[in-house]
């Protein structure tokens, strides 16, 4: 999503007047610490986008991110630099930096402005006191106006501190090397304005109209998934129901309730979930809209009151406020999401979905669709496999998806009662099973990741992947799909560490749907070493 312009400070523009002026620099804030980026290394700022975690990294990437259907490893400037995380703001932003012809995030806490500095004003680190690894700064700029010192960041020995990998091994994700100055003229990205009066609504279109939330009753903003479960008795615009991490969504048609023209659902349509008030909440709704927008930030003032002539019927109880924007060219309507969500339609759409019995069939559908019975996908899948058009199987560990590719996948199963534990083996081991007859031996892969356990349920599934034609099983949260990819889907990831590279050297870049899948490799799953010893182990306890 954009961030509007309006009642945004843009970044100031460098003088050009003087010709004393050598150099620019885009300063920033870490909570007290004021720094600064040489601005001809500086691609762009955006602000904190949805970013998808990586197992096996150091602990200051943030994640990889989607930028304009390019991968972007985004780091935490505070853990580079041993600074203590804190949460996010609606000031937070990635500095997107050049490193060797390669894009590489950073999140700082606030951007400031750009500043032209004259080549005497930078003193040498030596000359002065900084809470920062030394070795991490070229110099500092003593602000005249504040007396405020500020630090200027050394890109290169910052990155190299832990990544010096990535230089060797990232193909370049963003073709040439555009600079800051040459982007923010485009740019939507310019400083937050602090004020008690400042809203900020998340807007929509449904019908060619904009629509727009408060950002305090949005919770998120999801993608519609491919398959939504229906809702019995329910009325023409609950047009089902989804799970979302392990709780159940229903969906709201705004087109259909509304009564505007109906639209087939597409790639482009998104879900605004919001909670339903009053109930302490436990409960949510996800409202189907045409199109998410961007956020707006808007002066109490220019919201205006709902002319009387819109306020005929019942339905205009949901209208809360109009905001004209662009000197009247654009019309964005304020929607109440209480008054909303006190129809009686909605109300009663959210009991059926609590009382209805067969909820677990939204996350189980993969495994029902595929087959009657728990068993092989490859039987159902063989015969349309094709090495032109490669199929991921797509699994969730932590709100995160992963994918394997189907070749190695040879089957999909429940997590058992029990499992019959192995001694003496890595803690990942959960255990093993009896598998027609064959014992397959159990690993939870949150373990295998270093990633917290959870404690089990009927979600679960565990994969069964061929290894060096050994057969093992993996504990994954749930299983969603099976994906169909063109072949320029699949892309080397960016080497973040030695191992994460090994079991997870491919990504999936959905650039249409800004959707990151990670690749594992079955084969480096387990190393020689842990699967010989999980086979000896395995064959040591069925003996006894």
Do not use: W
């Not at 109209?209 to 479960?229: D, M, N, V, W």
Request: negative net charge; proline residues 4%.
């Amino acid at each position: 999503m954009s961030v509007s312009n309006q009642n945004e400070a843009q970044v100031a523009a460098p003088s050009s007047e003087s010709e004393e002026v050598k150099r620019q620099f885009v300063t920033f804030h870490l909570g007290s610490e004021s720094m600064a980026f040489d601005m001809d290394r500086v691609m762009e700022i955006v602000r904190l986008p949805i970013t998808v975690e990586v197992p096996l990294t150091p602990s200051s990437l943030v994640g990889l991110a989607n930028l304009r259907g390019s991968i972007l490893p985004i780091l935490s400037l505070r853990r580079v630099l041993g600074m203590e995380d804190v949460e996010a703001t609606d000031a937070t932003r990635v500095m997107v930096l050049n490193y060797c012809g390669k894009p590489l995030g950073f999140v700082v806490d606030k951007v400031t402005r750009v500043m032209g500095v004259a080549s005497e004003c930078i003193e040498p680190m030596n000359s002065a006191r900084s809470n920062i690894d030394a070795k991490l700064l070229s110099g500092v700029i003593k602000n005249e106006d504040n007396k405020e010192l500020i630090q200027l960041v050394d890109i290169d020995a910052l990155t190299e501190l832990e990544y010096a990998q990535f230089n060797a091994s990232n193909d370049s994700v963003v073709q040439g090397n555009t600079t800051f100055s040459e982007v923010k003229q485009n740019s939507d990205e310019h400083l937050t304005v602090e004020d008690s009066d400042i809203l900020q609504l998340v807007s929509f279109s449904v019908a060619d109209q904009e629509y727009s939330f408060s950002i305090e009753a949005t919770q998120e903003i999801i993608r519609l998934p491919e398959t939504i479960s229906t809702v019995p008795k329910a009325p023409s615009h609950v047009i089902g129901m989804v799970n979302l991490r392990n709780r159940v969504l229903p969906l709201v048609k705004l087109r259909t309730l509304f009564n505007l023209p109906e639209l087939e659902l597409n790639e482009n349509n998104r879900i605004v979930v919001v909670t339903l008030p009053g109930s302490g909440g436990s409960s949510m709704v996800g409202v189907v809209v045409d199109e998410v927008r961007e956020v707006l930030r808007i002066h109490k003032k220019q919201i205006e009151s709902v002319p009387e002539l819109l306020l005929d019927g019942d339905d205009s109880k949901e209208l809360e406020g109009i905001c004209q924007l662009d000197d009247g060219r654009r019309i964005v309507t304020l929607l109440s999401a209480e008054k909303l969500f006190q129809r009686d339609d909605v109300l009663d759409a959210v009991d059926c979905v609590n009382q209805a019995d067969n909820l677990d069939s939204v996350q189980d559908s993969f495994v029902d669709q595929q087959s009657a019975e728990e068993g092989s996908i490859m039987d159902h899948l063989a015969n349309d496999y094709s090495e032109n058009e490669p199929q991921l199987v797509v699994f969730n560990l932590m709100d995160q998806e992963f994918g394997v590719m189907i070749e190695s996948v040879r089957e999909i199963l429940r997590l058992p009662d029990s499992l019959t534990k192995v001694p003496k083996t890595n803690d990942f081991v959960e255990g093993m099973v009896n598998l027609r007859g064959a014992v397959l031996p159990i690993i939870d892969m949150r373990k295998r990741f270093d990633l917290p356990s959870q404690e089990q349920n009927d979600r679960q599934r565990i994969l069964v992947l061929n290894q060096e034609n050994v057969l093992t099983g993996y504990i994954v949260d749930s299983v969603s799909e099976v994906l169909r990819l063109q072949a320029d889907q699949v892309e080397d990831a960016p080497c973040l560490s030695d191992e994460q590279v090994k079991m997870m050297g491919k990504i999936v870049n959905l650039r249409k749907k800004k959707r990151i899948i990670t690749v594992l490799e079955p084969e480096q799953l387990l190393s020689t070493q842990e699967q010989q010893k999980l086979v000896e182990e395995v064959h040591e306890s069925t003996d006894s």
